[in-house]
């Protein structure tokens, strides 16, 4: 007789904290949308925050990853490294960031390549900066380059 068991172990997003997770399941969480790889700005008077379409110098604008990840902030000295315990206080990530999304309790979207199994559904379905984004090299004054999609 046929074994009709299904293996239903939730993933370790659903059963663990961000504090809790090993390395390579935070760095697995990443979707690789690589939109808080995008220049922001930041108005002195206001306070007010918003992002540009011009991409940091190191991300690679067609799979949307940080080309040097290892050596990243020795290369871009503000290059901001998550970790659990600041997710919270960077009001600048994404709303669609699945660490973001995971510490204000809500779940991975359904293009999240954890959830979908493949990492090209990031970009198929639109949520990364793939086609959107400029390099750094092309962009003149930022504030020209003010845009609303990666918020
Ligand atoms: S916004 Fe979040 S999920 Fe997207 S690339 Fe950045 S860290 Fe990864
Ligand atoms: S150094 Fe890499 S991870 Fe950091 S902002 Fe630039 S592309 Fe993103």
Not at 101 to 115: D, I
Request: proline share 7%.
């Amino acid at each position: 007789m046929p074994d009709e068991t299904t293996d239903a172990t939730p993933p370790f997003w659903q059963t663990r904290t961000l504090a809790e997770m090993t390395p390579e399941e935070w760095e697995s969480l990443c979707d690789g949308c690589g939109k808080c790889c995008l220049h922001k700005l930041q108005y002195e008077d206001t306070g007010e925050l918003y992002y540009t379409n011009v991409a940091c110098r190191l991300l690679d604008l067609g799979n949307c990853r940080c080309s040097r990840y290892e050596t990243r902030q020795k290369l871009v000295p503000d290059c901001v490294a998550l970790r659990a315990d600041k997710v919270m206080e960077l009001n600048w990530l994404p709303s669609t960031c699945a660490y973001r999304l995971l510490a204000n309790g809500q779940p991975l979207a359904w293009w999240h390549p954890l959830v979908s199994g493949d990492p090209d559904s990031v970009h198929a379905a639109g949520q990364s900066v793939r086609g959107r984004a400029i390099p750094e090299r092309k962009a003149d004054i930022l504030d020209h380059h003010i845009v609303t999609w990666p918020a």
